[in-house]
């Protein structure tokens, strides 16, 4: 499952009004990074934030922050999350081979910011600490309407949105159509405080968090209560109808997500993405088969990850396609958080979902690809509550929202690494579509 492209959310009652309190700044790396062979960890680019400031050139290797030693990129959030914007850092690095230290303060990134409106940094509790909420507010008095968007599978925060990413692109779209948008951090992410990593927490957990977050929508003063919509991306769609079927909500929308236990899904997607990848046919096949061995053993006989990686061939296959590390994660999230996937009753929480529901299907995603799950979604809902459910389809558009031509162009595109073009790509028909019918409910 090497392009898995899911994400997901969670819950924490008793939550009081308060006035906004934005929680400390944590600071911002600003570099994209990848695990250097020869140990430590690669920068491919500098784009901002602390290294900027720092002098840190793509290239450079980190070996340590503040004396900890590095191995691997999912190190890095959970080392940074000790700190707060201005504080001293000194970085150890290896530069053409040599290696030095380089002193520098912690860079934060810039709070958002509208032109028409405010976007205000507020907090919720979860699990002995805060996690950081982000409402992004229009103009105009009264009581609005107002969205909580889920995005995917990742530990990545959702703070600091560019105009170009597709997870921006949305949050603008239904903020400039007059709706309060919120968005609620992950698990250690952004500024959140005294929280588990993200990637040490399970799929209840996330649960839990965007609960809490769908409970702080509820509060705010200026937001309808009874004009509430929930949109989840990938595996926020998995975690949307969660919420959607213990609460009163007037529409949930879904793009890009699936209907059918993770054992399944994992094999399929397989399939498909060595297809795309055109592997010989015999190898494909057999690189299909331990795929499916291995699927077998984690979700359906329960075996520890590594109990299947004592198998050499396996232990091979876990490391390439699966991003294993050695110990107990795959794909940056920890083995139970899979597993709680797959023994999710999501078919049970859409038949639960009582508010309209709008699926959305991108026809060239090679990683939310199955029509027919999202189809099952509608099916399903319109079963026990007919009418409520609707589909729209978007020609030569990818899992990102983008229209990157074919499956195969998506798939080729995604895999050469241009995410900025395919950001450039965004198709803004999703955004349209998906505001103008939660624009349709606020008015019936």
Known sequence: MRKLGFQLGLIVFGIALVTAQPLPR????????????????TLNQVVGGTAKAAGLQAQDVLLQINGKTLQHP?????????????????????????????????????RESVAKGTVTYDRVPFKGGQLSVIINKPEGTGKLPAVLFIPGYTCSSVDGLTPDHPYGRVVQAFHNAGFVVVRVEKSGLGDSQNTPDCSTTTLYDEVESFKA????????????????????????????????AGEKVRGVMVYGTTAKSWFEYQLEMN????????????????????????????????????????????????????????????????????????????????????????????????????????EQIVQTVNHYHPGNAAILSFPLTDHYFARSGTMQQAYDTFSQGKIQELFQAFNPEVTQKAVAWALALVQS
């Open 271 to 374: 399939r498909l993405q060595l297809k795309l990848a055109k592997l010989p046919p015999m190898e494909y096949e057999s690189k299909c088969r331990i795929q499916a061995d291995i699927a077998f053993d984690y979700f359906i006989r329960k075996k520890s990850l590594e109990a299947i990686a004592a198998d050499p061939e396996k232990k091979a296959v876990l490391e390439t396609d699966w991003q294993y590390d050695g110990k107990d994660r795959i794909f940056d999230r920890n083995q139970e958080y899979w597993r709680q996937i797959q023994d999710y009753p999501l078919l049970d929480n859409w038949k639960n979902t009582t508010g309209k529901v709008l699926v959305l299907y991108g026809e060239s995603d090679f990683q939310a690809f199955s029509l027919p799950d999202h």
């Open 26 to 41: 944590r600071p911002w790396l600003g570099a994209r990074l990848s695990a250097d062979p020869q140990g430590g960890i």
């Open 213 to 244: 977050g769908f409970q702080k929508m509820k509060s705010l003063p200026y937001v309808d209560t009874d004009k509430l919509f929930i949109f989840g991306h990938s595996m926020g769609g998995i975690i949307a109808p969660a919420i959607s």
């Open 74 to 110: 999912s190190e890095v959030a959970p080392t940074i999350a000790q700190y707060t914007e201005k504080q001293a850092v000194t970085f150890t690095i290896r530069r053409a081979g040599s290696q030095q230290e380089i002193k520098t303060t912690w860079v934060g990134r810039d």
